[in-house]
């Protein structure tokens, strides 16, 4: 079953803008994780981040989780037109080592 | 860094024919294995969580009779559609759990696009 929603939905933005994605999860987590997805591709681990840590960056990601909110984001910085895909989170329940449970996605669109 | 190759990466098929796909981990054994199913524009649905030498644990609604999940070794597991309809044409991508970064992180096949005539 899918826990998490994200917004927005869609994205467009222009190259070089910023991109923040959110996404609201309902139970308890163990961490919470970001893949990407490229049109009719598998997915790609992007960050991860444990319940205890409430930021964590890579490269031009930061990711950031409200466990009080049970929200998480994840900011592109200094988008590039390759960055265009479905981004999703996905959550580890807290007691599971190992299920994953997507959000609904939000597709990111970065115009050149 | 660790790959999982998945095969075929589109197959068409009459109605009533079964169809296998292959999940491999090529560079890491995967002990867990699992099975989600996309359809356009939507997030992943878990279909199936296979584990090398047992049973496959499957997701409430997903008939088991119909989507044949065997985890023979440590890096291939298969979900076989039997008797494919129109309505099974979806998009279907397997991962493998490995230990990253202090915890589970999967890894993602490319996927499978089955088109059910």
């Known amino acids: 079953s899918q826990q998490g929603e994200e917004d927005p939905q869609a994205l467009s933005i222009q190259e070089g803008e910023n991109a923040t994605m959110n996404c609201s999860y309902k139970?308890?987590?163990?961490?919470l994780q970001w893949y990407r997805q490229n049109s009719g591709r598998g997915l790609v681990h992007l960050i991860l981040?444990?319940?205890?840590?409430r930021e964590k960056h890579s490269g031009r990601l930061r990711v950031t989780l409200d466990t009080s909110k049970k929200s998480s984001s994840l900011l592109i910085t200094a988008s590039r037109a390759a960055d265009t895909a479905s981004y999703f989170c996905a959550t580890v329940p807290s007691g599971s080592a190992r299920q994953l449970t997507f959000g609904s996605g939000t597709q990111l669109t970065v115009l050149p | 860094g660790a790959v999982v190759s998945q095969h075929p990466s589109w197959v068409i098929c009459k109605s009533g024919t079964s169809v296998k796909i292959e999940c491999r981990s090529l560079?890491?054994?995967?002990?867990?294995m699992f099975w989600y199913r996309q359809f356009p524009k939507q997030s992943l649905m878990l279909m199936a969580t296979?584990?090398?030498?047992?049973?496959?644990t499957y997701e409430q609604g997903v008939e088991k009779d119909k989507f044949l999940i065997n985890h023979a070794s440590l890096t291939l597991s298969t979900l076989t559609v039997t008797s494919a309809h129109p309505e099974d044409s979806s998009f279907y991508i397997c991962?493998?759990?490995?230990w990253g970064a202090g915890a589970n992180v999967l890894t993602f096949g490319a996927g499978s696009r089955l088109t059910v005539l």
């Open positions: 560079d890491f054994q995967a002990t867990t």
């Open positions: 296979s584990n090398e030498g047992s049973k496959a």
């Open positions: 981040i444990r319940s205890n840590e």
């Open positions: 991962s493998a759990s490995r």
């Open positions: 139970t308890s987590i163990n961490n």
